[in-house]
């Protein structure tokens, strides 16, 4: 009967910058998946190209929220959720890459309905348990902010031959910061930052980073990570490499890249990597993390607001006015 059906309350990215809050029916979980009841997602910058041209899906991928499924082991835990969905049996799951799976591409938030909603469906093997003494607005940070800047580094470590390498980081957003703390915790300590908006150039700093000038030619780095995306900020980084030195590429960027084959791409030995996201594996070191840099991680959470704040705070989110809001439903409940 119609009157029973739950309804909940989500955002509807529209495209033209504009978000609205609408009432959808409380989606049904599938075989293998389990409803979870949002506790808090965080915005994200990858979420730009969402609120410019619109989504098909429900948008909100930085997600944690409590399980609801009676009867579940996991009803009731804090979970967050982890968005490349993945077989677990194909080569890469085999080897731990789940999110690089062969089999499936589909990410939650991208590919079907995320976290900027009341509820959502989440396949079982996505969900993430967080520990108890982690709140459930810094949960999302496991993701994004920890996991994608972590795993980054643990990749470029397995090339890099420098014990004590210089590093760069170019872009201080959430993930570029996320990159200096997790550099730190790896004992590298000469971590420059190259960051126009002068006040995340300014927590970098409180960080504990050199900052140096967008684009200065001054120094060269063992490793660079490269985080903004900009194509001028990848150009340089092939400059400033040092023989034997690491790129890795987290910035995200939709339009073609073209690399020139000159002297200086070609007349150095180094590695040019692409990371994405984490293994789920990691998780457990990534909570690690967190914990050892509570306070600073918490600094980055610098907004907290209800669902029909969305619009406006998207807004300010996209004029640079915070680092990693996070929409909020646990004043709600
Ligand atoms: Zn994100
Ligand atoms: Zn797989």
């Known amino acids: ?26 989606p049904d979980p599938a075989q293998g998946e389990v409803l979870l009841r949002v506790a808090s997602t965080a915005l994200c910058g990858s979420d730009f ?38 077989c677990g049996t194909c080569p890469a799951c ?49 993701l994004d902010t920890i996991g994608t800047s972590a795993h980054a580094l643990r990749e470029a470590a397995r090339h890099l031959r420098a014990q004590a390498p210089s590093v760069l980081v170019t872009g201080a957003g959430p993930v570029g910061l996320g990159v200096v703390l997790a550099a ?26 050199s900052i140096v000038p967008v684009g200065s030619h001054d120094k060269r780095y063992d490793l660079i990570v490269e985080c903004s995306g900009n194509h001028a900020a ?27 084959e000159d002297k200086v791409f070609r007349r150095k030995d180094f590695a040019l990597l692409r990371t994405f996201y984490f293994p789920k594996g990691d998780f457990a070191a990534n909570v690690e993390l967190l914990r050892a840099n509570r306070d600073r991680y918490a600094r980055l959470v610098d907004d907290a607001f209800p669902l029909a704040d969305l619009p406006r705070k998207f807004a300010d989110f996209a004029a ?12 709600d409940r």
């Open 94 to 142: 085999e080897a731990g890459d789940t999110q690089s799976c062969l089999t499936v591409s589909s990410l939650i938030g991208w590919n079907r309905d995320g976290g900027y909603a009341e509820y959502l469906c989440v396949p079982e093997n996505c969900l993430l348990p967080v520990p108890d003494d982690i709140d459930a607005r810094l949960a999302p940070l496991l």
């Open 1 to 26: 009967m119609s009157q029973n059906i739950a309804m909940m309350e989500a955002a509807d990215f529209r495209g033209n910058d504009r978000i609205e809050i609408i009432r959808l029916e409380r």
């Open 184 to 209: 730190q915790a790896l004992g590298y300590v000469h971590i420059d930052v190259a960051e126009p908006n002068p006040a995340r150039a300014a927590i970098a700093a409180d960080f504990g980073a």
């Open 49 to 86: 190209k969402l609120w410019h041209g619109g989504a098909e899906h429900v948008a909100g991928h930085e997600i944690a929220g409590h399980v609801q499924a009676p009867g579940h082991p996991l009803d009731g835990q804090l979970c967050a959720v982890y968005i490349p969905l993945h």
């Open 234 to 260: 990848r150009d340089l980084a092939i400059h400033l490499v040092l023989p034997k030195g690491v790129i890795v590429l987290v910035g995200e960027n939709a339009a073609p890249w073209t690399i020139t």
């Open 320 to 331: 640079g006015k915070s680092i990693k809001p996070v929409l909020s439903f646990e004043g």
